[in-house]
Structures are given as structure tokens and as C-alpha cells.
């Protein structure tokens, strides 16, 4: 099976005030189906780009971008992209907040509910679906964001710094956690941070973006021989 997401040759270049920033050059990255993937890289040197690229988002890219082997530009995939800034709105509670976008989707509120009651315990959120944000923690409010991530039917989901807000102890937590959520749900997920601890811990792969000028804005590739990869994801996926 080919990849799930191919990136070959991405450049994209944003202009503000005559200046043009070249963001990324020359980025090229696959994800196949069920890899978990980072992307790092310090602040400001393109990866959210990348995932806005990916979600049709931001246009004006040159490079090829596929999805399932088709061209973004006509993919019809739906993605499941959890924003870096991605936080709830206060002025719903937990469970509306998780069904707008299953709303916006098509599905009625009853059966959104259903979907959600049935992962409240799952996410760690059970007996919380009437919260207002203020009354969550950080790592609920992240889970709860995660949570409707999730529940958008896609089997890509691209996570951007989701823990970037939490502190090292939940951080922790919140990793174990996803990991586990991973090995039980088979998605193929691409996530973002700028922790390099965080992208070893959590990855089968790693993209390293550069922050230099954009000349030497480089896309490499390092892939992580772990333990927990062994028995259901073999090594010649990564040699196509
Ligand atoms: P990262 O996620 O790695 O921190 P971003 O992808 O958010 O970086 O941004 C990369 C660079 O592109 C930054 O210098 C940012 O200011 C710039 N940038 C991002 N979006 C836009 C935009 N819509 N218009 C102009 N510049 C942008
Ligand atoms: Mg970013």
C-alpha cells in the first residue's frame, strides 16, 4: 500500500509588505497508514504550514501533494486536524463543544451525543459532558479538544503541539495516553511539536525542519527502532 500522505518538493513562500519569506523549501515527507510521524523544528520555521497546506487551508504551494494516492488539489479525504491554537469555546459546554463539527458534518445531535457518551470514559472525561471550560483542567481541556479531533471521521489525524500548553507531568501523562489511544485505534497520525524528547517518545518517525534562511530548509528523515514498533509495523514500509 502506498503512503497515506505523500509531500514531494513543497515550497511555499508567504509575501507581506513586498518582502517575500520563503518558509519551506523543498520539503518532501511521506506517512503511511498507522505510522505515527513528528515533525520538529523551532518555532516560526514552517510546520503549521505544512498542516495548513495538507488541509487546503493555505493555497499557492508548488510541489505535489497526495492523499491516498490522490492529488490534494482534487482529494475529496476529510482530515482531522487539531489546531495549536485549537482551544474550546467557553460559552459551550464540553459535549456541544466536541459536537459542532460532527453537526457541521451532517450528523444529527442525538447521534453525535451517542458518539461522544460512548468515548467520555476513554478520553478520561466521563461524567464531565456538562463542563464549561473553566471548569476543566489543562490536560482535560486538551483531551476534550483531542476527543473531537477523533471523533471526525478520518483515519488521518494531525495533531499540532497538542501538549505544547501542559506542564512536564501532564505532558507526560497525556503522551502515555495518546500512545495508547494510537495502538488501540490504528490512525495514521502526523504531530507536530518543537520537543525533540517528546517526537523520540512518541514516534515511529521524524521530520527535523531547519530554521535557517530558507535556502537550506531541510526535510530529514530519521527513523526510530523501538520496541513497541516491533510485530506490526515492519521495516520495508519505509523502504519503497
Ligand atoms: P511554526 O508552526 O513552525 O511555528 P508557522 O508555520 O506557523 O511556523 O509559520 C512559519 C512562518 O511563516 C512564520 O515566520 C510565520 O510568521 C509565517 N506565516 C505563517 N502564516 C502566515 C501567513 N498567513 N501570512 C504571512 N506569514 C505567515
Ligand atoms: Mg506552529
Request: with cysteine.
Given at each position: 500500500m502506498g503512503p497515506k500522505i505523500e509531500i514531494s518538493n513543497l515550497h511555499k513562500s508567504f509575501y507581506r509588505d513586498g518582502v517575500t519569506l520563503d518558509v519551506l523549501k523543498d520539503i518532501n515527507m511521506k506517512v503511511y497508514d498507522g505510522e505515527f510521524v513528528s515533525v520538529i523544528g523551532p518555532s516560526g520555521c514552517g510546520k503549521s504550514t505544512i498542516?495548513?497546506?495538507?488541509?487546503n487551508l493555505s493555497s499557492g504551494y508548488t510541489g505535489n501533494i497526495s492523499i491516498d494516492g490522490v492529488d490534494l488539489k482534487s482529494s475529496k479525504k476529510r482530515m482531522a486536524y487539531m489546531h495549536q491554537k485549537d482551544l474550546l469555546m467557553p460559552w459551550k459546554n464540553l459535549k456541544d463543544n466536541i459536537s459542532l463539527p460532527l453537526e457541521i458534518q451532517g450528523m444529527d445531535k442525538k447521534e453525535?451525543?451517542?458518539?461522544?457518551?460512548?468515548?467520555?470514559?476513554?478520553?478520561?472525561?466521563?461524567?464531565f459532558e456538562n463542563a464549561y471550560t473553566f471548569e476543566l483542567s489543562g490536560g482535560m481541556k486538551q483531551r476534550a479538544a483531542l476527543l473531537r479531533t477523533f471523533l471526525i471521521d478520518s483515519d488521518i489525524m494531525l495533531l499540532d503541539e497538542p501538549f505544547g500548553a501542559l506542564d512536564a507531568i501532564n505532558r507526560d501523562k497525556m503522551q502515555l495516553w495518546l500512545l495508547s489511544i494510537w495502538e488501540k485505534f490504528k490512525r495514521s497520525v502526523l504531530f507536530i511539536t518543537h520537543s525533540i524528547d517528546e517526537a523520540i517518545f512518541l514516534s515511529d518517525r521524524i521530520y527535523v525542519l531547519s530554521d535557517r534562511p530558507a535556502t537550506v530548509k531541510l526535510g530529514l528523515s530519521i527513523d526510530i527502532e523501538r520496541p513497541r514498533n516491533k510485530g506490526h509495523i515492519t521495516s520495508s514500509r519505509f523502504n519503497e
Open positions: 498542516f495548513n497546506i495538507i488541509c453525535a451525543y451517542e458518539k461522544i457518551y460512548e468515548m467520555l470514559p476513554v478520553f478520561g472525561l466521563e461524567g
